[in-house]
């Protein structure tokens, strides 16, 4: 029999600031067999059982069933969550809040370190904060959310820290880390919740609609498979993504993080997603897909969240309610039944799903209106019974907690059992079927939740239902390894993140999301170094989530000095061959939109449009009387959301101003418009002042230069309508795709689902002849 390896590593801190770090762990290689990693200080030892090594996790001195890699992933987990106290099952239920590495100063991920801040702490950034190391013991917790990281090596040594200390308490249980998505180019701010991660050195891709632009599953395929990679070295082995809902609301402010409005483009793309970020293959894999390079996909948002009312959104109680006048949540299922459930590869099915905040409102057929993640209906009767799924079902963030003093508070989102308590809200989501509680780092809620069930049930009910949520959860983390070897050699991850092949692989996906929209008298490509004049953009003040305000301010909207790679440069007018001029969507200070505080303190409802137009809008033809409305709390007295009549303003009009401007200066020279598409957008305002439009979704500026000096010829369509005007917004129905008059422009080109330029022409290929609105 061969000797087994024992190797250990050191951490050389990238910063000169920082010390040699000895990151404390050593592996043992079974031949034939799984590789362990273990903390000497943790005080696991390393059994031998038939010539062969296994951690004593327990340490109790032999040989449990859940320490002997060698028995199937279920009789592992069902052993362990046998041995598992009610505490210890109810941590595992826990998934944390934000957590930046290293912790912040201020604000939502604030944190500690020996009680200081980490700039007067004298920490290292890898070092648990004061309150990671109370939730991991004292709470059991075992399921955290990362968000920033300082550096690839960092968050790999953090990952060692944490591991290393849960790896000495109680059974053993390794730490499951997650994310929300963070491989887009731009985070505006306002989505900083579930885009936290952004940028760094990790490969920078297209968002939801810019993958979907591509009309290619292959190409988000690819994207999976790299980002499982660059996660797990990462120290991350969920994905809280894909993000599979129908984007039939355009005035839904996540609509750019869906895969747009038609249920098969949208069915494939989440497959294709779910197969790449699960799938390990080769030497990495252990057993049916799933191994060392897998990482769990939390496919969301059951049963599909994107027929907001009106677009205003769940995160807020002004939009607790999805609706389906179009009697079409069949459609919104789709994706999740025919895609996330039945993948193309081995794992077979997404491991975990999120419900969304919303009111699946009057679809229940047992006749409640509680928010998805309450209701037994949705959860039980649905996703578990009728399509068969026993994967973990996890609360999107903070459902228990109370909500705000008025309906515009970014507070808990507790839909429909509003006035319960935060521990009657856990015990209603229990009973429905959720087995773990996002954003929830206390266990004492869910104990008392257990104790409620048991006098109800019966103590024998709840531990099998404890136990079964258990084994779910023991599932994910077994069938990644991480039982046998969490740890990380940090500058293995350096090397891995971000490196030269992934970041050109998300580059190319960029070019081939931009979407070419018009091109007056072929004008594009532009491929002689001309003169370029690009004015600069008004950025007014934006509030935040938790209601803070940025600076407003005047500047070029791309590098100036990437621009000269391209084309000389000038700032008179008069000088340039032709202009480009970038501009954003139009977009509202509380991008979640649809609600003003100010008109409920005069007397209103509250509630106001969303604009898809830079200049002023007023709802003429929205509804009369609003499909849901009703908060038992905060505000009972509104029973009709509607907003007819109002009119709103949106915080970017002087993008147009600058269009228009533009378009007086040069004269009868060329004007490029490249608008950078979170949602549908109203062209007619400007469309017929440009000799070419871009439409680009969440991407780098360079790409677009590409494609306007011919570098690279378009090939994106458009995963979404454009509307002719905000009439046809209002009268569409939240919950059906393809139902909105589109926009045609000077050439006679429809903005219509599918739609994109190339250099010859409209594309017609295979990809709109498979991705049709039939």
């Excluded at 920490?123 to 904060?129: D, G, M």
């Excluded at 939740?449 to 103590?459: D, E, F, L, S, V």
């Excluded at 010829?713 to 008059?741: C, H, I, R, W, Y």
Aim: with cysteine.
């Amino acid at each position: 029999m061969k000797k087994e390896l024992i190797l250990s590593f050191t951490l050389l801190a990238a910063s000169s600031s920082y010390a040699q770090v000895q990151t404390n762990y050593q592996t043992i290689q079974n031949p034939d067999g799984a590789t362990l990693g273990y903390s000497p200080a943790s005080g696991v030892k390393i059994l031998t059982v038939d010539g062969l090594k296994f951690k004593d996790l327990n340490k109790n001195g032999k040989l449990d069933k859940y320490e002997d890699w060698r028995l199937p992933i279920e009789e592992r987990a069902k052993d362990l969550a046998e041995k598992m106290s009610v505490e210890q099952i109810a941590g595992l239920m826990l998934y944390s809040i934000h957590q930046s590495i290293p912790s912040a100063e201020t604000g939502f991920t604030a944190g500690t370190y020996n009680g200081k801040p980490f700039s007067a702490s004298g920490a290292n950034p890898w070092e648990l904060t004061d309150a990671q190391k109370a939730f991991l013991k004292d709470d059991n917790l075992r399921h955290i959310l990362i968000t920033s990281v300082q550096s690839p090596e960092v968050a790999a040594a953090w990952n060692n820290e944490m591991q290393a200390f849960v790896e000495g308490i109680g059974l053993g249980i390794p730490g499951n880390n997650s994310s929300d998505p963070r491989h887009t180019g731009q985070d505006t701010g306002t989505k900083a919740e579930f885009n936290a991660g952004a940028g760094g050195k990790i490969s920078i891709w297209p968002d939801g609609l810019g993958l979907a632009a591509t009309f290619d599953p292959t190409i988000v395929q690819q994207f999976g498979k790299i980002a499982a990679q660059e996660y797990r070295a990462l120290g991350i082995s969920t994905a809280l993504s894909p993000q599979i809902d129908l984007g039939t609301e355009p005035r839904w402010y996540r609509i750019s993080m869906t895969f747009g409005e038609s249920p098969q483009l949208t069915t494939d793309m989440g497959r294709a997603y779910i197969d790449g970020f699960q799938t390990s293959y080769g030497q990495d894999e252990i057993k049916d897909g799933w191994g060392y390079k897998s990482v769990n996909a939390m496919v969301k948002h059951w049963p599909g969240g994107g027929a907001e009312e009106g677009g205003r959104d769940g995160h807020w109680a002004f939009g607790k309610f999805a609706v389906f006048p179009g009697n079409n949540l069949e459609s919104h299922i789709k994706p999740f039944t025919e895609g996330a459930f039945k993948l193309s590869g081995k794992t077979g099915m997404a491991s975990a799903v999120m419900p969304y905040y919303t009111i699946t409102y009057n679809q229940a057929k047992d006749g409640t209106n509680l928010a998805n993640g309450f209701s037994k209906y949705i959860i039980t009767d649905l996703l578990r019974e009728k399509y068969g799924y026993d994967g973990v079902v996890c609360t999107d963030w903070l459902i228990t907690g109370n909500e705000g003093v008025t309906p515009d508070d970014f507070k808990g989102k507790p839909w429909g059992v509003e006035d319960k308590t935060e521990a009657e809200r856990h015990y209603i989501a229990l009973m429905a079927g959720v087995d773990q509680f996002g954003g929830n780092n206390v266990m004492e809620p869910i104990i008392e939740a257990y104790q409620m069930g048991i006098k109800t049930h019966g103590k024998k009910f709840m531990r099998n239902r404890f136990e079964q949520s258990a084994v779910r959860l023991l599932k994910n983390i077994f069938r990644l390894g991480l039982f046998e070897n969490p740890y990380l050699d940090p500058q293995e991850s350096a090397n891995v993140v971000g490196n030269p092949d992934f970041m050109q692989a998300g580059y190319n996906a960029q070019l081939k999301s931009i979407v070419l929209l018009k091109n007056k008298e072929q004008i594009l490509p532009i491929r002689e170094k001309k003169t370029v004049y690009i004015p600069k953009n008004y950025y007014p003040a934006v509030k935040d989530w938790w209601g803070l305000w940025s600076e407003p301010s005047l500047e070029y909207p791309v590098d100036m000095e990437l621009v000269k790679r391209y084309y000389n440069v000038t700032e008179n007018p008069q000088e340039a061959d032709f202009s480009i001029v970038f501009v954003s969507s139009p977009y509202s200070n509380n991008d979640g939109g649809g609600y003003d505080i100010s008109d409920r303190q005069s007397g209103g409802n509250g509630y106001v449009p969303i604009s898809l137009q830079y200049n002023t809008y007023t709802a003429v033809d929205a509804r009369e009387n609003s499909i849901a409305a009703g908060d038992p709390v905060i505000d009972p007295t509104i029973t009709n959301r509607s907003y007819k009549g109002k009119s709103v303003n949106v915080s970017n009009a002087a993008d147009l101003s600058t269009i228009l401007t533009t378009r007086s200066q040069m004269g009868s020279k060329p004007v490029i418009v490249v608008v950078n598409l979170a949602r549908p957008m109203v062209f007619h305002e400007f469309e017929s002042k440009a000799d070419g439009i871009i439409a680009r979704f969440g991407i780098s500026e360079q790409a677009v230069l590409d494609v306007v000096s011919g570098k690279f010829e378009p090939s994106g369509l458009l995963p979404l309508q454009m509307p002719a005007n905000m009439s046809t917004v209002e009268k569409q129905l939240e919950d059906v795709p393809f139902d909105m008059e589109c926009h045609q422009d000077s050439e006679g080109n429809s903005y219509d689902f599918g739609f994109g330029l190339n250099w010859k022409g409209v594309i017609k290929d295979t990809r709109t002849q498979k991705y049709t609105k039939n």
